[in-house]
């Protein structure tokens, strides 16, 4: 079954954060709790969760996946695999460590996929990239969440690339801090967690 009620239930609550600075960050970061096997969580589950993210994230073709009335297993799968594949890269750039060239060409191949499917078409008399005939819901999020990722892997802000330093977060994000010293995802959740629990130890002689 390619919904699943309860699933789609909580998925409709759920408010994703867009705190990356990049979308293709964003989308990695739908799964909380990255680092810690005990907490992490994905949130990109169902069908549901795919058309909720895709409405907050404001894609440009939300519309279409919206509509989307089928959105199987192996749509999800490819899905969630381009999103670790992402991760892997990036995460790499954050750690200071060779970016797997296997993963990186995995990504390229997806976006060539997605551009093979788009072609220029006259609307009125404006020229317009628009999608041909057999495109898919997973092109319609995939291109711009690959497109992000092309743009920020081909430019000097990938070395601006960071990981949350909470120790199970694991959420990145683009560091465009004046010092270049942002340590948090969100200094409204994980910083203020982290700033809360060293107060704790303060105060209970931990440190």
Known sequence: MWLDSMAAMDSGNYRYQFVAGNLALDF????????DPGKRKDHL??????R??????QLPDRAAILSEPLLGTPALRRIRAIR????AV??????????????LAQIGNALHDCCARRCLSLQGTDVRWTWRPGARCTDYLLYPVLM????????VARGSVRQCEDAGCGWLFLDRSNARKRRWCSMADCGNRNKARKFYQREAGLI
């Open 28 to 35: 990695v970061n739908t799964v909380a709790f990255r680092a």
């Open 45 to 50: 589950q169902c069908a549901a969760d795919v």
């Open 52 to 57: 909720l993210w895709a409405g907050q994230a």
């Open 84 to 87: 670790e594949q992402l991760f």
């Open 90 to 103: 990036f995460h790499a750039i954050a750690s200071d460590d060779p970016v797997p060239a296997d993963t």
């Open 148 to 155: 992000a990722a092309t743009d920020l892997l081909t430019s």
